[in-house]
């Protein structure tokens, strides 16, 4: 018993003593070991620092440095990019004539103010600059080329009511044509206007004013009522007649009556729009002046300036490009803002017909308007 339990001892010493010796190698030698294997994945990790901040990644030349990719000529200062002569020198690309400064582009802008003067255009020929601008609304150049082919004098009807017969206003506008050395033309109508009209004026001149008479009278669709004076109210057989005579030019002030009557604005200008068509039955080529009227403040009439005022703003540029055409423009005589005043006895006597001071107001816009034109 005693023997096998000392065997027993001392095999149990024996085991224990290898399983310390196992704990020993750690602790010592293999221990050093152990921390090589430590330090081996120490190492690893360090390691894993070239992996991380290894030249090639982090601070790789090629990658971060690299010329090519960053800073490389080829692609921020690449001479092709930046100053590659092809784009950026090429004459087409930024120096192109057509692209800063191109005739089309600088004259295009002519063009569009030349709209002014399309019809324009087609009077004077060369004339979207000189032509267009004369012609406010682009009327004058048309109506240049007419002026080019015409030969003789022109003949010029005065048309309207009673501010046209009864006053001085056409013997006025003669007499300051002809001392502006405006002298190719004869004044012609069927009726005679002989004031008594001061110094230097002509004692009778010819021409269509109609006492009385409304524009909206004439158009052969009338829907005006049956008229009542007995000095008549105009028709469309009248008008067929004035038409026949052939002007070359018409000065119309007319309307007088209509604004009076409180005729609408928009039937007014349809009988002007028939009025210059009938003319143009007879003559295509004829030129029509057409007056923003008078002011007029006649006792009894608590409408006419404001109806007057109204006619006044419906004729505009754009109604005078609607209603023109290349071979018979259309001009716009401004009397209405003139400094005709209605209230004024120096100017009118009964707040409609002008005196002879009245008239030479009228005729100074008159002839500027055609002297403006250039017709002769």
Avoid at 38 to 53: C, H, I, L, R, V
Wanted: a negative charge; glycine letters at 20%.
């Amino acid at each position: 018993m005693t023997s096998r339990l000392h065997r027993s001892w001392l095999l149990t010493i024996g085991l224990a003593a290898l399983i310390g010796g196992c704990g020993g190698g750690s602790s010592d030698g293999s221990g050093s070991g152990g921390a090589s294997a430590t330090g081996g994945t120490s190492a690893q990790g360090e390691g894993g620092s070239t992996a991380t901040g290894g030249g090639v990644g982090t601070g790789g030349e090629t990658g971060t440095g690299g010329v090519a990719s960053t800073g490389g000529q080829g692609g921020s200062g690449g001479l092709i990019g930046t100053g590659g002569s092809p784009p950026a020198g090429g004459a087409s690309g930024t120096g192109g004539a057509i692209g800063s400064g191109g005739a089309s582009a600088s004259g295009g802008a002519g063009g569009a103010a030349g709209s002014k003067g399309e019809a324009g255009s087609k009077g004077t020929g060369g004339g979207t600059s000189t032509g267009g601008s004369g012609g406010k609304a682009g009327m004058p150049g048309t109506a240049g080329a007419t002026g080019s082919a015409h030969t003789g004098p022109w003949k010029v009807m005065m048309l309207g009511d009673s501010v046209t017969e009864s006053t001085c206003y056409p013997q006025i506008t003669d007499q300051m044509l002809l001392a502006g050395n405006h002298t190719n033309f004869q004044l012609v109508g069927m009726e005679t206007t002989s004031q008594s009209c001061g110094s230097g004026a002509p004692a009778s001149v010819n021409d269509e004013g109609h006492a009385g008479y409304g524009v909206t009278y004439l158009p052969q669709n009338s829907t005006r009522g049956a008229c009542t004076k007995s000095s008549g109210c105009g028709s469309y057989a009248e008008l067929q007649s004035w038409a026949a005579e052939k002007p070359d030019i018409v000065l119309m002030h007319y309307g007088t009556n209509d604004v009076w009557d409180g005729i609408a604005t928009s039937t007014i200008l349809s009988a002007y729009v028939a009025v210059i068509a009938e003319f143009r039955k007879q003559n295509p080529n004829v030129i029509f002046f057409v007056s923003k009227i008078i002011k007029l403040d006649p006792n009894g009439c608590t409408t006419c300036l404001t109806n007057v005022a109204a006619l006044a703003a419906a004729l505009t540029p754009a109604w005078v490009s609607a209603n023109a055409t290349a071979s018979s423009p259309i001009y716009l005589i401004d009397h209405y803002d003139s400094s005709f005043d209605p209230t004024n006895a120096a100017d009118t006597s009964d707040g409609v017909h002008p005196t002879p001071a009245g008239a030479a107001i009228m005729a100074t816009v008159t002839v500027n308007a055609i002297a403006a034109s250039g017709y002769f």
